[in-house]
Each structure stands twice: as structure tokens, then as C-alpha cells.
């Protein structure tokens, strides 16, 4: 497969590995305390934050929508927009890796980009996400009049640049809009119907088995079609058409030509099909984008600050095609903070990352006022009245110093997550019963062979519950545990964050009430008093924190 080169390619590729692990630390939460759970606001480099959502949101992710900076010449207040070629490119690169790292197995990103770096990026992004996971190059008409300041070809689109993460992704249907339902304006016995040309476009010679003649039923004229349009359907067809009461001869039954009768109940789904061309009135345009920022912010300088926000109603047709409602969906470069309002609206759980001070003075107003109600972009076109909630928050400081030893803010999930992830590759859910975990012990959970583990029937996820059957039930690698921070009640520096024979019999004692007691134990500590014979006899294998714990 063909792929990029540039100044600084192989330090782009080692990047994300690079980058440390930092806490996020709470700022403020609004709206309804529940909801503001699911929802967060980052403010932070968007590397570092990627980074650090890793240990809890690892492929949970079912959209991604980046508005990236288009790298277009022209330089920004909060954006730096004129990076070299080569700097974009490693800008870009390792940011995508991790969002294919918190992508679902069946999610997909979107990411909107004009002609500068579009068909870079499209390279870039094969070598990412697997030239297969192409899904379509989206083009958005941004634009609905020309203007006269071009002294080339006036650019009037961006693309939409669409990836799947595996074949398991399955795009939505489009709700049928009310002008397409207005197309069935003739009704019969069998119910509603438009017609369509009963011709098409082949001459005789090119299809002669589609030039015959049809009996006009009613005036029993014969009726043949124009030797440059043959008819649509071979005469079987039209045999099957006739018996089942498709062709249509103008209200009186009287006319000239047929038609076919397309009845709505017969349409093979109750929507519409995606297409790759998105035309202003169906996704918005640039115009009306700047006017929803200016009326939701009750300011203009976000017109200086963006040159392009995007609009509502074009970030709602991303998420109609790729979520349903409680999806997750994250915008690692939520500029005016649109994805987030729209994903809130739409009832979505959403995750946007914002840098700098724009984070609180746009973003935060922003989905302020959409917990209010705010009626703004789409929200008469989905019926939103307020509500729901979020949280704000702040990169703090690195989980792990230079060193390689734990912050003293980390607290037992913090590390929990780190720790199952490591050993299993997934996010960590605390007191997910799916996964045998038991809140306020060092269990964290049972690691499966999800290989092993039945699917769900529309094979996206692996069935792991306590009720599953015993004879379907996948295999347990291992059972994790964490001694940390007192987990067992002990605050001492040396107490129960030691394994002693103690504490590897309270282990015990515990593991044989777990979902899984057969299998071995991994425990992690800050030492370990345990001879290797008596080790290996209990089934546990013994990580020393933090030298086991990977910090990159």
C-alpha cells in the first residue's frame, strides 16, 4: 500500500507512545448531576488528553468527528493554521492513532479537511485505519453563493473524509424527509404510489429484447416504445407487472405510455440511503454556522476567532448516520464547541477537547446555554427543550514522574484503570458486573478470552454476564487485583499494599466467592512478602507497582 514520507516521519510514528499519562482533574459540573457523568469537557492539549481518556474510554467510542486546522496559509488566534506541511503531518498522525485506539470495533471517524491537505491526509489515514476501513469521501457544499475574490476556481466544498474501524460498523438510515413523502400522491386499493418512466435509456439495437409492444387494456391500442428508449422491462417482467397491478395508465386509465407504480408501503426500509454529495440545504453552510455561534454566544468574536465553524445541522447528519441515541461521541478539536451542543441535543454522551482559555469562553457558554434550552441550530428540528448535564475538567499532572513512580494524587481507580488496561487491553468500567468486578475490593474484575465468547446477535459484542449459561461461558485468563491506597482498609505506607500471607489469604478468600474461581490470580502491590513456592501454589503471579505498570 503506498504511503507518505516526510521530514520527521519515524518520530511521528513513536509519538503517542511517547506522550505521558495525565490526571484529569474535575473543574465544575452544570446541569443534572447524573447526566454530567457521561458528559466531559477537556480543556488541554488534545495529544495529552487523547492519551489520557485511554485507560476508561479504550474502544467505547462509537463516532469521532475532528474538525482538524486545514493548515490553509492563514494564521489563527487559537489555532495554528499555518504549519508547514511536513509539521501538520506530524501534528496529525499520532492524534489519529490514538483515536483509532478509542474508536469502538464498530465506530467510525469523520473528519472534515479542504483541498490543502485533503488528499494527504486520505493517505495518511489509509495507513491508520487500514485502507479496507475506507467508507466514503463525503463532499459538503460549505458554500451557496460564489464569491468574486477568486482568481482561480472559487472553492465551494470541504471533504468529509469517512473511516470504519472494522467491517463491523453499519451505517443508519437517513429519516425520509417530508418532500420525498409528497412524491406519493396517487393512491389506489393498495395504498399510496408515485410513478416512474417505464422506459429506459438503451436504444433497440443495444437492448433488442426490451423493444416490444404492450396492449393498451383499456383501448386496447398496441404501444411501442421509441426505437432511442427501449422499455425498462424485459417481457416477463412486464407479464409479472400487468398480473400484479404495477403499470399505471394516467388517472382515467386512458393514457398513451405507462408508468410504474412505486407504492411507499413496498420501499424496501423506512429511510434514505447516505450519499457522498451533501448539498447546503441538506447540511448547512458556513454562513448560517456563524450566525448560530454569534446567536448562541451573543458575540461576534467568534466570526475572527473561526473562519469556518462548522454548522449544526451538518455535525446532526454525521451523527444520524453513525450513532444512535446513548452513543458515545468525541470531538478532540471541538473549536466552537458544536459537535458537543449537537451530540447533547441529539442524546448522545459525548467527550470534546478544547485547548487554552477557548475552552471556557467559548465552549463552556456554548453547552451552558444548550442545557438551558437553547433554540438555536437544530434544536426546533429535534425538539429540544434543555437539560442533561456535563462536567469540565483540566489535564493535571502526569500519572507517572520521569521516574516512573505514581503521582501521590492518584487515587485506587485511577490506577485500576491503568492497571486493567495493561493486562487486558480494555477499558475499565469500575463495578462492571460483566466483568466479575467488586467495588471496594482489589478485584477489579475477571480477565476473559473473549475469543472464546459467544457474540451478541448482531455480532458487535461478546456476551460476558453472570447469566450466562455455564456450558457458553467464555474462559477466564485471570482474575486482577490491585493492592493500593489502602484498599483494604490498612492506611499504613506498608499495610494492605503489601501481599503479605495475610493478605494473600483475604485474596484467597475473596477469589473463591468470584464469578471465576478457577482461575490463576494476577496481583499487583507495592511489595511482596510471599516466598515463589507458595506463590505458585495459590495460582498468583505477583506484579510490583509501580516498576510493572507501563507509563508510556
Known amino acids: 500500500m503506498p504511503t507518505l514520507d516526510w521530514l520527521g516521519r ?39 488528553a487523547l492519551k489520557s481518556l485511554l485507560p476508561l474510554h479504550r474502544g467505547q467510542v462509537k463516532c469521532i468527528f475532528i474538525d482538524p486546522p486545514y493548515n490553509t496559509q492563514s494564521a489563527f488566534e487559537h489555532y495554528d493554521d499555518n504549519l508547514e506541511h511536513a509539521q501538520w503531518l506530524t501534528m496529525m498522525l499520532p492524534r489519529l492513532q490514538l483515536l483509532r485506539e478509542l474508536l469502538a470495533e464498530d465506530g467510525s471517524i469523520w473528519v472534515t479537511i479542504d483541498d490543502h491537505e485533503g488528499h494527504y491526509l486520505k493517505v495518511l489515514m489509509d495507513e491508520v485505519f487500514g485502507r479496507g476501513n475506507f467508507v466514503a469521501n463525503v463532499l459538503w457544499q460549505k458554500k451557496y453563493a460564489v464569491a468574486n475574490d477568486h482568481k482561480t476556481i472559487a472553492p465551494m466544498h470541504d471533504h468529509v473524509l469517512v473511516f470504519r474501524k472494522t467491517p463491523a460498523w453499519q451505517r443508519n438510515l437517513l429519516v425520509r424527509a417530508d418532500d420525498k413523502d409528497r412524491q406519493y400522491k396517487h393512491e389506489d386499493d393498495k395504498g399510496l404510489f408515485r410513478v416512474s418512466d417505464y422506459t429506459c435509456a438503451k436504444t433497440a439495437e443495444e437492448r433488442p429484447n426490451l423493444y416490444y409492444p404492450i396492449r393498451q387494456p383499456h383501448t386496447g391500442q398496441t404501444i411501442w416504445p421509441s426505437r432511442t428508449r427501449v422499455w425498462a422491462y424485459s417481457q416477463d417482467e412486464h407479464r409479472r407487472h400487468v398480473a400484479e397491478g404495477f403499470i399505471y395508465w394516467g388517472k382515467e386509465g386512458t393514457g398513451k405510455t405507462p408508468g410504474f407504480k412505486r407504492y411507499r408501503h413496498l420501499l424496501k426500509n423506512d429511510g434514505v440511503v447516505p450519499q457522498t454529495w451533501w448539498v447546503h440545504d441538506f447540511a448547512g453552510h458556513t454562513d448560517a454556522s456563524r450566525k448560530e455561534a454569534r446567536e448562541v454566544l451573543g458575540t461576534t468574536s467568534l466570526v475572527d476567532d473561526f473562519i469556518t465553524p462548522k454548522p449544526e445541522l451538518l455535525i446532526s447528519r454525521v451523527l444520524e448516520i453513525a450513532t444512535k441515541p446513548g452513543d458515545l461521541v468525541l470531538d478532540s478539536f471541538l473549536g466552537s464547541g458544536t459537535t458537543a451542543a449537537v451530540a447533547h441535543k441529539m442524546g448522545r454522551r459525548w467527550i470534546g477537547i478544547e485547548m487554552g482559555e477557548h475552552a471556557r469562553t467559548h465552549c463552556l457558554p456554548r453547552l451552558l446555554k444548550v442545557v438551558e434550552g437553547e433554540a438555536g441550530g437544530i434544536s426546533r428540528a429535534v425538539g429540544w427543550a434543555g437539560g442533561g448535564g456535563f462536567r469540565l475538567v483540566q489535564l493535571g499532572a502526569p500519572v507517572f514522574d520521569a521516574a516512573g513512580h505514581i503521582h501521590p494524587e492518584v487515587r485506587f481507580d485511577t490506577l485500576a484503570a491503568f492497571v486493567w488496561q495493561q493486562e487486558t487491553g480494555r477499558a475499565h468500567t469500575p463495578g462492571d458486573p460483566a466483568t466479575g468486578a467488586c467495588p471496594g475490593t482489589p478485584l477489579l474484575g475477571i480477565h476473559y478470552d473473549l475469543d472464546s465468547c459467544p457474540r451478541s446477535p448482531d455480532g458487535r459484542e461478546s456476551l460476558i454476564s453472570p447469566q450466562t449459561p455455564q456450558a457458553a461461558a467464555p474462559a477466564p485468563r485471570a482474575a486482577i487485583y490491585l493492592l ?26 475473596l477469589h473463591a466467592g468470584s464469578a471465576a474461581p478457577q482461575a490463576p490470580l494476577v496481583v499487583y502491590g507495592e511489595a511482596c512478602r510471599v516466598g515463589p513456592a507458595r506463590l505458585a501454589q495459590a495460582g498468583v503471579t505477583f506484579r510490583h507497582i509501580p516498576h510493572d505498570i507501563r507509563a508510556g
Not at 509519538?15 to 488541554?44: F, K, T
Not at 491506597?485 to 483475604?506: H, S, Y
Request: a negative charge.
Open 10 to 48: 519515524q518520530d511521528a510514528f513513536t509519538a503517542a507512545a511517547r506522550v505521558p499519562y495525565r490526571l484529569l482533574e474535575a473543574v465544575s459540573q452544570h446541569g443534572d448531576a447524573q447526566a454530567a457523568a457521561h458528559n466531559l469537557l477537556i480543556q488541554g492539549d488534545n495529544l495529552q
Open 484 to 509: 493500593f491506597n489502602g484498599i483494604l482498609g490498612d492506611k499504613r505506607p506498608a499495610g494492605g499494599n503489601v501481599l503479605t500471607r495475610e493478605v494473600l489469604a483475604a485474596l484467597l478468600a
